[in-house]
C-alpha cells in the first residue's frame, strides 16, 4: 500500500513535482481547499507539508490520526503545537537554511533605505510629482557602526556585506566564539549596552525565544544613540512596538525598516502611521531562488519521512516514556531543568557540558546528556535545538560534551550537569524522590532542597550574621514576597540562598542585591 502526502499549502511546483513522480507516494494536494474541508483530507495520511496558513493544533492533529511527521515548509514553526504533535508520536521539521540569502538581502534593503529614505522619496516623485531634491538629504553607510545583536547563518551574513559598504561592524552574540567574529576583522561587542551606546545603525537576527522576546524595550531605547536607525527583519516582538512608537515620535528614532510585526498580518499597526519607516509584508523568505529551495528540501525531507529514511531538521523527538522503567521518565524533564537553570545563572558562551550520574540512572547517561544540552541551548536557540540535532549543534559551537559514572553518594539516583562558560564552572546536581517529586540537591558545592519550579533569586555571600535579615528587608521595601528560603553553606565561610518569590525580579533589584557588602554573587532565574 502507497504512502500517503499531503500538501496543506501552497509551494512552489517545483517541489510538488517530486512527489508526483514518487512511484511509492499517494499524493493529496490540499491547498486550494477551504480548511474546514482539508480537515477531511487528512485520514490515514502518513506525512503532511504546510506553511503558515494552516494552523496544525489539536484539532488538525485529532484528523490525522495516522500522521507519522509533518514539515513546516519554511522556518517558523509559530503555527504547530510542537507539544501536541509529540505526544502523539509526530515528528515536526523545518526547512531553516533555504531562506537565508532572502533574509540577509531584505535586511541589505531595509539598511539602505534607512540610510536614503529611499521608498519615501520614491512615492514623494512618483505619486506627488514634485522634484524636491533638498528634501530627501541621507546618511552615507560609510564609517558608520553597525551593530549586529544575534550572528549566526543571517546576521553574519549581513554583517559581511555591510562590511563591504565600508561599514564598521560591531557584533554581540554571547553564545558564539569570539574567532568567529574576529577572523572577519570585525569587533566583538562585550555586551548588548554597548551595542545600543556606539551603534548608528542596529539590526537584530536573534531567534524568538523568552529571552530575546522584548529585549529592547524603552530602556535600551534610551541608551542608544539620537537619530538611530534599527532595522528588524528576523522575529516580531523582539523590538517593542510600544518602544518602536514612542522612540519614532520623540524623534529618537531617525528610521525604522521592519518585516515583521507581533501581530501579523499587521494591516492597522500603528507602525505603518510614521512617515520614517519602509515596512513589508514579512517577506524575508520571499524570492523565487528561496522560495523554489523552501519547496525543494521540505518534498525531499518529506519523502525520506514517509520512506523512514532520516528526519531532517526534526524539531523534537518523540519519546515513548512507557517504554522506559517508571523511575527514567522523571528524570528526562529534571535534567533539562538543571542545565536550563545552570545556563540562566551564566549567560555567557558555553564550552563544555558534563553529566555525572549515579545509580541505576546512569545506564541511561547518553540520553541524558542529550536532554542536558537541549535545556541547555534551548535558551539561546529556542526551536532551532531538538533532541535529533543537539549533538551536531553543540559540536559546531565549539561545545564539549562529556559524561562519567561516579559511584553513589548517598542518593539512590542522581545527575549532576556541570557547565564551564567563558566567565564559570557552574554545577547543578539533582534527584527524584518519592511521588517523582524533582529536587535540586546541590549548587556549585552547596547542599541544598527545592523544587526546580517557579521564581527564584540565587543568592552567594559571606558566610555571617545579618545576611538573611539584609536580603529580606530589601526585597520587602521593593513589595515582594518571599515564597520560600533555602540556605546552604559551604564550610568555607560562604553560604548560598536560593529565595523563592512570587513575582518577576527587575534587572534594579538584582543590581540592588549586588551592591550588598556580603554579597559574592547574584542571579534572578526562572523554571
Partial sequence: MKKKI????????EGVKLLREADDIELIEAAKLPKDELLTKLDNVDVAITRSSTDVDEKFLSHAKKLKALIRAGVGVDNVDINTASKLGVIVMNVPTANTIAAVELTMAHLLCAARSFTNACAHLKQERKWEREKWYGVELMGKTLGVIGFGNIGSRVAIRAKAFGMNILAYDPYVPASKITD?????????????VQSDFITIHTPKTKETTAMIGLEELQKMKDGIRLINCARGGLYTEEALCEGLKSGKIAWLGIDVFDKEPA????????????????LGANTLESQRNIAIQACEQALSATRGISYPNALNLPIKTEDLPPFVAPYIELV????????????TQIKSIKLEAEGDIAQYTKSMLTFA???ALGRILGEKINYVNAEFVAQEKGIELSSEVLPNSGYNNKLSVKIITNNSNISISGTIFNDNE????GI????????????MIIFKNKDIPGVIAKITSLLASKN?????????????GFALAVVLVDTYIKKEIIEELNKLEVCVFVEYVEL
Fill in 480 to 492: 515582594i514576597n518571599i515564597a520560600d528560603f533555602r540556605l546552604g553553606r559551604d564550610g568555607f
Fill in 267 to 282: 494591516t492597522n499597526n500603528p507602525l505603518l502611521d510614521f512617515e520614517n519607516v519602509s515596512v513589508t509584508a514579512h
Fill in 184 to 196: 572577519l576583522d570585525m569587533k566583538v561587542s562585550s555586551s548588548l549596552d554597548e551595542i545600543l
Fill in 6 to 13: 499531503i500538501v496543506c499549502d501552497a509551494i512552489l511546483d
Fill in 373 to 375: 544540552v537541549v535545556g
Fill in 444 to 455: 556549585n558545592g552547596f547542599k541544598t532542597d527545592f523544587k526546580p519550579k517557579g521564581k
Fill in 336 to 347: 533539562s531543568k538543571m542545565a536550563f537553570l545552570a545556563v540562566q545563572m551564566d549567560k
Fill in 438 to 441: 524533582q529536587r535540586i540537591v
